[in-house]
């Protein structure tokens, strides 16, 4: 079993009963526990963030400038024993599954982004005109020939070319 006086929680409520009325923010909770190291820092955050919501600690203020300070309640959450753990741990998981279960027979889900895109496109895709070098994509209508565009009324002007001329 893991030795409770090592983790930031144990050290944090440790630092707040030796000190009654201390408001300090969690950045100097963290140079008073000898942290160092952003990971490190980042793990004292979310356990004065969980002390917080233990009521525990009070926050004051926002971010980082926030000050915390003892509340004088005791832990309303202590820790559990493996046996309790894993017994929570299947109670969660078993009413994730039914909240799953649950939203599937509630009706069809909506449709994600790559429906409604795909439904853009095809709408799409029958307005746009066809490129002229005749590279369809999707469902876009292929590219009219000559014969096609003279008979809707087009006209075509002929060019000659440079090697046409000399001849």
Do not use: C
Request: hydrophobic share 35%.
């Amino acid at each position: 079993m893991k030795d409770r006086s090592k983790r930031y929680a144990a050290r944090s409520r440790a630092l707040f009963e030796a000190n009654p009325g201390l408001q300090i923010t969690g950045i100097h909770v963290a140079d008073q526990l000898g942290v160092v190291g952003y990971i490190e820092r980042g793990k004292v955050r979310r356990t004065l963030r969980d002390l917080v919501d233990a009521g525990y600690l009070r926050k004051l203020g926002d971010g980082r400038a926030g000050l915390y300070e003892r509340t004088g309640a005791r832990m309303q959450r202590l820790p559990m024993t493996p046996e309790e753990r894993k017994a929570r741990d299947s109670q969660l998981t078993k009413e994730y599954r039914e909240r799953t279960r649950a939203a599937g027979e509630a009706g069809p889900r909506a449709p994600d982004k790559m429906t409604i895109n795909r439904a853009r496109l095809d709408l799409l895709a029958d307005l746009a005109p066809a490129k002229p070098w005749g590279k369809e994509k999707g469902r876009q209508r292929p590219a009219e020939t000559v014969e096609q565009f003279q008979a809707r009324g087009g006209q075509v002007q002929r060019l000659t070319a440079s090697w046409e001329q000399a001849a």
